[in-house]
């Protein structure tokens, strides 16, 4: 079993940043892959950015390459996403999530967060 918790959401101006934070807790050790995720209202739950625990490999979505840097901090078995230069598109509930590998792909992940609600205004 794997706990993930999420925070650092919030409100934000077209342009500002926010970092989101994951704690794991658990049988972390199983599982190399963490990933971030987004849904927003009516739309389908999408990939954000992922980042292989062991090897420090990184995959971002188009929509988050230049402005997301997935990171961790493996002493604190924490993950983070630094978003940058936010815009109002990037409003979501942001889900952390843990797989034994990492992929952009929903089906590759086996535990979910409770997600984060991410409000960007114009």
């Known amino acids: 079993q794997v706990q993930l918790v999420e925070s650092g959401g919030g409100l934000v101006q077209a342009g500002g940043s926010l970092r989101l934070s994951c704690a794991a807790s658990?049988?972390?050790?199983?599982?190399?892959?963490m990933g971030w995720f987004r849904q927003a209202p009516g739309k389908e739950r999408e990939f954000v950015a992922a980042?292989?625990?062991?090897?420090?490999?990184?995959y971002y979505a188009d929509s988050a390459k230049g402005r997301f840097t997935i990171y961790r901090d493996n002493a604190k078995n924490t993950l983070y996403l630094q978003m940058n230069s936010l815009k109002p598109e990037d409003t979501a509930v942001y889900y952390c999530?843990?797989?034994?590998?990492?992929?952009?792909?929903?089906?590759?992940?086996?535990?979910w967060g409770q997600g984060t609600q991410v409000t960007v205004s114009s």
């Open positions: 658990g049988r972390t050790y199983r599982y190399d892959g």
């Open positions: 980042i292989s625990w062991s090897r420090s490999l990184t």
């Open positions: 999530a843990a797989g034994t590998v990492a992929r952009p792909s929903l089906s590759s992940y086996d535990y």
